[in-house]
């Protein structure tokens, strides 16, 4: 089962290329719901099946994989916007760097001290690489949804990483952070709105037209 979940963590940093290299706002919403779908599969391929691993499974099934691609999906709608027309850095940079940070992830998670359980397998630099796609997406993207794209993919990354934890640390901690995530993106949604409605535009580089009275 862990080699099946290494399988799966390494179609997730497949995701992130996907993500970056995509202009068309429903095809990478569509993108990172799969990445959440995943990672929700995650957690019952390495620990026995019980009523509170199914529960939190589901619910994070049901948060990453339907809810939040549909509060996405619904704000594109209204923002009437289909693609990242002018990113900060074009497609292919971002691309090649996404490239750069997931082999440096490979080559930090060699040298981190990690349990000798944990030393083969893939959780600690896909966690990296996503959390570095994350940052990314987050930081060279104009439109404020794909920030909150960008967002979604960093906690994506801190996911995997707390499934290493998982022995130690309850479930109900990563039922937290799935909590945090919903209410960060009910207030994204929120300034989505604010800004669409004063500037006409989710373009986030027009905030900068702003001045103090």
Excluded: C, W
């Excluded at 963590?9 to 095809?27: C, D, H, P």
């Excluded at 619910?59 to 619904?74: H, T």
């Excluded at 490239?99 to 040298?111: G, M, P, S």
Aim: no cysteine; net charge neutral; charged share 15%.
């Amino acid at each position: 089962m862990v080699s099946f979940a290494d399988q799966l963590l390494v179609l997730v940093m497949l995701i992130n290329f996907i993500m970056l290299g995509s202009s068309r706002m429903a095809f990478v919403i569509r993108a990172v719901a799969a990445q959440g779908v995943i990672l929700g599969i995650i957690p019952g391929l390495l620990h026995p099946f019980s009523g509170h691993l199914l529960a939190i499974t589901a619910s994070i099934l049901l948060a990453k994989g339907l809810v939040i691609p549909y509060l996405l999906n619904d704000a594109v709608r209204k923002a009437q916007i289909r693609r990242e027309v002018e990113p900060f850095i074009g497609y292919v940079p971002t691309l090649l760097l996404g490239a750069v940070f997931t082999a440096l992830a490979f080559v930090f998670a060699q040298r981190l001290p990690l349990a000798p359980e944990h030393r083969d397998l893939l959780f600690v630099p896909a966690s990296i690489a996503t959390l570095m796609t994350g940052f990314l997406i987050l930081t060279t993207r104009k439109k404020a949804i794909s920030q909150v794209i960008g967002y979604l993919v960093l906690e994506n990354g801190i996911f995997i990483f707390g499934l290493l934890l998982t022995e130690a640390m309850p479930f109900m901690v990563e039922a937290g952070a799935l909590l945090d995530l919903l209410v960060g993106i009910f207030v994204m949604g929120i300034v989505i709105n604010h800004i669409n409605r004063e500037f006409s535009t989710v373009d986030t580089s027009r905030l900068q037209t702003l001045r103090e009275e």
